[in-house]
């Protein structure tokens, strides 16, 4: 403190003319400051891919009542997945920023068996269950990222991420036959919705290689849907919310650059 001080006294004492000049000299000297610290930031990325393994409700296939589950009905799949980096040049402090899309494939055969817990009929009315696409998230999230080198060319990492997210469920057509051999099919139909994301993600970087696995919550916003309804040997339709709360893990390969 008294060093300072001293300081402002001496430029304090200093000509109007020479004030005036430091003053200038500060100004022009500010860019080149700023240059010197962008030049500690590094930027990088990775492309990866991998499995997709569904959690919790999300991967739940065995209801008694379709009519008010959450369950997803997920199973297995796939995801790809693109990520920009910036690292600050502070002790391994960082910037993330990720885009993936997420597929999982729908389990119709715990559908099914749902389906006839919800509407007794007779088992041999149903013919057959079809989910017209996989089960499909698109996050794009942004974030912190820390990095801890370990030797040449090698780090592991961490980055907790959040942002938008949007989410569209199989459409699922169920088949079936009339005692007197027409055919009938009913859908259950649910619309697209976007929702928050939210990950934390780990792994590490070896050259050009790189490995990671990721958390990741999808959001349980409500989904518009048109269910079927049996009742009384009579098929009927109506409109619905329903909750499909999407907890995925990711674990994934690929290349760094």
Known sequence: MKSNRIEIDIIGKCPA??????????????PSLRAQASEGMTKSGSIMAGFSLPLGEFALSSVSDL??????FADYGFSVDGQFH???GLAGLGWAFAASAIFNSYDTKGFNSGLRNTFPMDTSQITDIEADLLWLNIPVMTGPRYEVPLFRKSFVYGQAMAGPSLRR???????GIYYDGSTWVRQFKYGATPTLAMAIETGF????????TRFSFLGGSKVKAKIPVFSQGEWSEENQS????????????????
């Open 17 to 30: 003319s020479l004030r005036i000049l430091i003053l200038i000299g500060t100004l022009f000297a500010a």
């Open 205 to 212: 970087v070896l050259n050009r290689f790189t490995v990671g």
């Open 86 to 88: 910036m690292r600050f």
């Open 169 to 175: 469920a199989p459409d699922v057509s169920v088949h």
């Open 67 to 72: 009519r008010s589950t959450s369950a997803g």
């Open 242 to 257: 329903r909750d499909f709360p999407v907890k995925i893990c990711q674990i994934m390969i690929g290349a760094a650059f």
